[in-house]
């Protein structure tokens, strides 16, 4: 267990519908990642929130939005989703100290029919 | 173009056999560099991170070394074992950022007995 909760581990849904990934970071992290890995697109980043605020944007299309909560957990909203969507979707944290890597969470299988 | 781009895609070998995976970068300057393990359906973990002055870093049987001058990074895996079987992602951050990292799509090992 690295620290980092993913839920759902797996999701399957209709192209239009509309989903949304939970993510908790490890203990005292306030940095979380969104990452989306496709195959021939290896990982890509989304966005990052640090402490409830949105500090960087990625790859990251205008269906998709996310946010963080006073608790720090966050959540993905995925909306209007096509065939394409089907990926799978990491958080990540990341400390403030130490070598400032990232703790990857099992991610959320999407996908989309 | 990818800035950080990893070789082979695909890799088998024989339990107990080493092994070398590339990571050329055109990111220049950065920050550090870091190889990831990622088992399949689980999200990466570090195995090595190597500043832009480092050589070398060892990790039990996994090392790494960083070449700046010809912008390649390798992994060595020595005496292989059937868990070394996962993705191998390169990852080079950029330096006085937060959040900004370029990620290779990766090389995926199969350890075979």
């Known amino acids: 267990d690295s620290g980092v909760t993913q839920t759902p581990k797996h999701l399957i849904t209709a192209t239009g519908q509309r989903v949304t990934l939970r993510c908790s970071p490890r203990s005292g992290d306030l940095s979380v990642y969104w990452y989306q890995q496709s195959l021939d697109q290896g990982l890509q980043f989304l966005i990052q929130?640090?402490?409830?605020?949105?500090?960087a944007k990625g790859n990251i299309l205008e269906r998709f939005s996310a946010q963080q909560f006073p608790d720090l957990h966050s959540e993905l909203n995925l909306s209007s989703l096509e065939l394409g969507d089907s990926a799978l979707y990491f958080c990540a944290s990341r400390g403030d100290r130490g070598d400032y890597g990232y703790t990857f969470g099992s991610g959320t299988r999407l996908t989309v029919v | 173009k990818n800035q950080v781009e990893q070789s082979p895609q695909s890799l088998i070998i024989l339990e107990g056999k080493n092994c070398t995976l590339q990571c050329n970068y055109t990111v220049s300057p950065f920050s550090n560099l870091r190889w990831y393990k990622q088992d399949t359906g689980r999200g990466p973990v570090s195995l090595t991170i190597?500043?832009?002055?480092?050589n070398t870093k060892s990790n039990g049987r996994y090392t790494a070394t960083l070449d700046a001058d010809t912008k390649q990074s390798s992994l060595h895996i020595t005496a292989s074992q059937l868990s070394d079987s996962a993705s191998y992602i390169c990852v080079v951050r950029l330096p006085n950022t937060g959040n900004q990292f370029y990620f290779g799509t990766g090389t995926s090992l199969t350890v075979i007995p």
């Open positions: 190597m500043t832009f002055s480092e």
């Open positions: 929130y640090y402490n409830g605020e949105e500090r």
